[in-house]
């Protein structure tokens, strides 16, 4: 199992950016597609994008698609989210997860297929 860590929540003002950081507990996470998944008060859990084991895909739900993108340090064990033109309706708990996977394929952005876990990092948009 990989321990996740995220970083980077804040509070922002529309239009403004934020990045996020998740910190993989493992030796390498080249074995691993990431995914991003978020979570408003009071609604269900949503994805945000993910990004294959070697970093060369990615996808992105149809809300954050040219403005949020998804990279990858496998040297270093980190994933990040950078988002831009953040809107108010971007305000969520961010969480990041991850998915073994044997081979380089295009992840899922389906949140049963990620497995484990980190514990989120708030983001608030303000008007």
């Known amino acids: 199992q990989v321990q996740l860590t995220e970083s980077g929540g804040g509070l922002v003002q529309a239009g403004g950016s934020l990045r996020l950081s998740c910190a993989a507990s493992?030796?390498?996470?080249?074995?691993?597609?990431m995914g991003w998944f978020r979570q408003a008060p009071g609604k269900e859990r949503e994805s945000v994008g993910a990004?294959?084991?070697?970093?060369?895909?990615?996808v992105y739900a149809d809300s954050v698609k040219g403005r949020f993108t998804i990279s990858k340090d496998n040297a270093n064990n980190l994933v990040y989210l950078q988002m831009n033109s953040l809107k108010p309706e971007d305000t969520a708990v961010y969480y990041c997860a991850a998915r073994r996977v044997l081979v380089n394929s295009v992840p899922p952005l389906v949140a049963s297929a990620y497995d484990p876990w980190g514990r989120g990092t708030q983001v608030t948009v303000s008007s």
């Open positions: 493992v030796h390498t996470i080249s074995s691993y597609a």
């Open positions: 990004i294959s084991r070697s970093g060369d895909r990615t």
